[in-house]
């Protein structure tokens, strides 16, 4: 009873955290374990033993071997092929190359190889290119055991509650069901998604800091007398004034010494704000002309994220100053300063010389304007690297060599090629989806041998046991989507496996369909920029806004949902 009441509170308190608060999913579910070690639930051995977890090593090796396949030939042929042939067709090629590529790959890694290819295309617009390319490297994970993380967890949790591993092509007919259908709404729904090249009424919001120096002639006059309401595509949003912040700035508000002015609006205006003496937009000598500004995109790997421009000492570790940031069309407030930066922000940046010739910008950037992020390999290479992926799996599929040591010795084999470095594999060291995923086993096995796991499905087959276990199914599948809209896909396998597998024990029947719908939910992210990392990778690099989301992703999350719900018990019977 003792360990049922506190495994209760200790899974209460971490569904609060991940939630109704900011804490990243790492440190709540490392929180979590930690303390059902110290309350006495968990030994020590239990704890560390889920970190060792085959499929969460397996896991790991997948995203570090994947560094090697994104510099691949084949990767950069296909960024060359997407402005080829009409929008439909271009959406078809990368829709269906992204979703091969996604299937043996980490899709994270897919979408950053190929942001830079959309963005500086010039036939058809980003903004028509980036959700698509987002969704089927969601949609291409399904089909695979490897494809996703989500997967990978899922047959984790699944082989230790007792039950045989899942096999590498368990997934894909239902994955292939849902590609099929998730393409062709992504084809009709094209018309729905913006054109922001087109668009010129489209004010992109980017957020601009100027500093009124001491010298200013605007000090001491009202924001109308200085005309700072009168400027074309721009508008003065707040004034920081010391520690206070100025919201909603009337006109005639007085400008004094030393106020940081934030505008919001069109970066093409910039160059207006230069015709205020005293006005400094950016904080040292560069040329203000837009045409020699360079967009960056922060990298879901950056040391940047969490951090303040100001903490990152970015203008001396980067040799540019930040002109302007935006998050998708989310209003920013407080000074740059103070702004924590997160992954898909972009960055306006005015270079200095040395500012292509640093070594960090690969690590922290996922696009630059006008720059090759990308070290390519060779012809040669890029068969070879695929040749030795290819012959692992194989060698796995067919029970000659376990994956794991087969991925194993070829990322060795990698590093002493020098197709993958020392430093790169530091640098895209998945921690924080090591702590959740080696956390989230235990806790899963946890809430399975205390009970409490049984007691949720028990409150659930009260609910819909009369309905029988496919509309309990169906309760499962979408409770998994809703965690993964609102938190993360990971989190969101590990809170509903459990309950899955024990609803399966309660009525008595193969608990396979349930574990296949926890899976297929939890890559169900299209709603929401924030559930998945490669929807909020393409949310500022293609201009997005959250209805953009809402109007293309609610149809495709049904479309998703009704083909995975029609196909998993066909393919997996009760």
């Known amino acids: 009873m003792y360990q049922q009441v506190s495994l209760s509170l200790i899974m209460i308190v971490l569904v609060a955290c991940l939630f109704g608060t900011r804490l990243k999913p790492a440190w709540a579910f490392a929180g979590a374990i930690s303390v059902s070690y110290l309350a006495g639930l968990i030994d020590l051995e239990g704890v560390l033993i889920n970190f060792t977890n085959p499929s969460l090593i397996t896991l790991i090796l997948l995203i570090l071997i994947s560094i090697g396949i994104e510099k691949t030939a084949f990767v950069r042929k296909l960024s060359t092929s997407l402005a080829k042939g009409s929008l439909s067709k271009s959406v078809t090629k990368l829709g269906l190359s992204t979703a091969f590529l996604s299937s043996f790959t980490n899709n994270t890694a897919v979408v950053a190889s190929l942001i830079s290819a959309v963005k500086e295309n010039k ?20 089909l695979t055991l490897i494809g996703t993380s989500t997967n990978l967890i899922v047959n984790g949790f699944a082989v230790d509650a007792g039950m045989a591993p899942l096999g590498f092509f368990d997934f894909t007919l239902v994955g292939l069901a849902v590609l099929s259908a998730g393409l062709i709404a992504i084809l009709l729904l094209l018309k729905f998604l913006p054109n922001y090249q087109e668009a010129d009424d489209e004010v992109t919001p980017f957020y601009l800091e100027g500093k009124v ?58 160059p207006l704000l230069k015709q205020f003496d005293g006005l400094e937009v950016i904080h040292d000598k560069h040329e203000m002309a837009v045409e020699h500004f360079v967009e960056v995109v ?18 001396k570790e980067f040799k540019a100053a930040v002109v302007a940031i935006r998050r998708g069309h989310s209003r920013l407030e407080g000074s740059f300063a103070n702004i924590q930066l997160q992954a898909g922000d972009s960055l306006i940046l005015a270079p200095s010389s040395d500012f292509q010739s640093n070594k960090k910008l690969k690590r922290e950037f996922v696009y630059i304007s006008g720059l090759d992020l990308q070290s390519h390999l060779d012809e040669k290479q890029s068969h070879c690297v695929f040749a030795g992926f290819i012959a692992v799996i194989g060698l796995s599929i067919f029970d000659v060599v376990p994956l794991v040591k087969g991925l194993i010795v070829l990322l ?25 995923v080696g956390s989230a086993i235990g806790l899963a096995k946890l809430m399975i041998d205390t009970g409490v796991a049984t007691q949720i499905s028990e409150f659930v087959l009260s609910l819909v046991g009369q309905f029988g276990p496919y509309t309990a199914l169906v309760v499962i599948f979408f409770l998994t989507l809703l965690c993964t809209e609102l938190i993360t896909n990971n989190a969101a396998a590990a809170l509903s496996f459990p309950i899955a597998y024990s609803l399966a024990i309660g009525f008595g029947v193969s608990p396979l369909p349930f574990i296949m719908a926890v899976a297929f939910g939890a890559s169900a992210s299209f709603i929401s920029p924030f559930g998945y990392q490669t929807n ?39």
């Open 123 to 142: 036939t058809h617009a980003p903004s028509k290119l980036l959700l698509p390319l987002s969704y089927t490297a969601i949609l291409g994970g399904t």
């Open 213 to 270: 120096k001491a010298s200013s002639k605007l000090i001491g006059k009202t924001v109308e007398e200085n005309g700072l309401r009168e400027l074309k595509d721009i508008f003065l949003a707040e004034i920081i004034r010391g520690e206070k912040r100025i919201a909603a700035v009337t006109p005639k508000q007085v400008i004094k010494a030393g106020d940081i002015l934030l505008f919001s609006g069109d970066l093409k205006s910039v």
């Open 298 to 315: 922060i990298s879901h790997s950056s040391s940047l994220v969490g951090q303040t421009l100001k903490d990152a000492n970015f203008r």
């Open 412 to 436: 060795i084999a990698f590093m002493l090629w020098g197709v993958v470095s020392v430093s790169e594999v530091k640098r895209r060291f998945p921690l924080e989806l090591f702590v959740i």
């Open 536 to 574: 909020l990778m393409v949310y500022s690099a293609g201009n997005y806004q959250i209805k953009d989301y809402i109007k293309v992703g609610v149809p495709m999350s049904l479309v998703y949902s009704i083909t995975a719900l029609i196909f998993i018990p066909i393919v997996f019977p009760f």
